[in-house]
T-cell receptor
Framework: QQQVKQSPQSLIVQKGGISIINCAYE??????FPWYQQFPGKGPALLIA?????SEKKEGRFTISFNKSAKQFSLHIMDSQPGDSATYFC??????????FGAGTILRVKS | GAGVSQSPSNKVTEKGKDVELRCDPI?????LYWYRQSLGQGLEFLIY????????KSGLPSDRFSAERTGGSVSTLTIQRTQQEDSAVYLC???????????FGQGTRLTVV
C-alpha cells in the first residue's frame, strides 16, 4: 500500500524556472512532512520540512505548500539552477514513527 | 562522528552467503532507521530503533533479515542466505529523537551475484 504518492517521476526545467513536485498522502495521522534531496551515490539529505499547523514554509529558494484538507503538499524550487539537478523525495511520518517516502522525482535543470 | 557512517560502502557477495552491514549513527542520536533503496526506486522502510529496542520491524522482507543495536549506538543489519533480489543500497539514518530531522549515511551498495 503506497501511502505517499509523488509526481511527476521526472522533470526537466530551464535554468531560472520554477520546479514543482507534488505529493499526496492518505493517512490523516501524519504530522511531519519533509523533503529530501539525493545526489547520485549519496544518501538523502533533508531539504525542508513542514508540520500541518502551517500552510507554507519558505527557506531560500525552496518553499513547501501544504493543503491539509486535500491531503497534498508540494515543493517549489524558485530560480532553479543546474546544481539543483538531483532526485527529490517527499516523506511523511506520524508521532515520530518511521518516515514513509514517495517514489522520488528526478529533476534536471537545463542550463 | 560528524555524520552517519556506514560500512562497507560496497559489498559483493555470492548468493547464499550471509552479510553484515554496519551503521554508526551520529553521537547522541537515540533513533536509528534502516531503509533499502533499489535501483531507481524510492526508500523502503526496514526497521527502526529507539535506543536498543526495535518498536517497528514491520519492513523486514523476510526472516532472513535481522538487525540489532547495542549500547544505543552502533547497529548491524544481517542478511542470511542472500538472494539476488537482496541487491540494493541499504541506507541508515539517525535522529536526535523521534520526529526530528533524520540524517542519512551514504549507504552500503550490496550486490549479490
Amino acid at each position: 500500500q503506497q501511502q505517499v504518492k509523488q509526481s511527476p517521476q521526472s522533470l526537466i526545467v530551464q535554468k531560472g524556472g520554477i520546479s514543482i513536485i507534488n505529493c499526496a498522502y492518505e493517512n490523516t495521522a501524519f504530522d511531519y512532512f519533509p523533503w529530501y534531496q539525493q545526489f547520485p551515490g549519496k544518501g538523502p539529505a533533508l531539504l525542508i520540512a513542514i508540520r500541518p499547523d502551517v500552510s507554507e514554509k519558505k527557506e531560500g529558494r525552496f518553499t513547501i505548500s501544504f493543503n491539509k484538507s486535500a491531503k497534498q503538499f508540494s515543493l517549489h524550487i524558485m530560480d532553479s539552477q543546474p546544481g539543483d539537478s538531483a532526485t527529490y523525495f517527499c516523506a511523511a511520518s506520524k508521532n515520530g514513527n518511521k518516515l514513509v517516502f514517495g517514489a522520488g522525482t528526478i529533476l534536471r535543470v537545463k542550463s | 562522528g560528524a555524520g552517519v557512517s556506514q560500512s562497507p560502502s560496497n559489498k559483493v557477495t555470492e548468493k547464499g552467503k550471509d552479510v553484515e552491514l554496519r551503521c554508526d549513527p551520529i553521537s547522541g542520536h537515540t533513533a536509528l532507521y534502516w531503509y533499502r533503496q533499489s535501483l531507481g526506486q524510492g526508500l523502503e522502510f526496514l526497521i527502526y530503533f529507539q535506543g536498543n529496542s526495535a518498536p517497528d520491524k514491520s519492513g523486514l522482507p523476510s526472516d532472513r533479515f535481522s538487525a540489532e543495536r547495542t549500547g544505543g549506538s552502533v547497529s548491524t543489519l544481517t542478511i542470511q542466505r542472500t538472494q539476488q533480489e537482496d541487491s540494493a543500497v541499504y541506507l541508515c539514518a539517525s535522529s536526535l529523537q523521534m520526529n526530528t530531522e533524520a540524517f542519512f549515511g551514504q549507504g552500503t551498495r550490496l550486490t549479490v551475484v
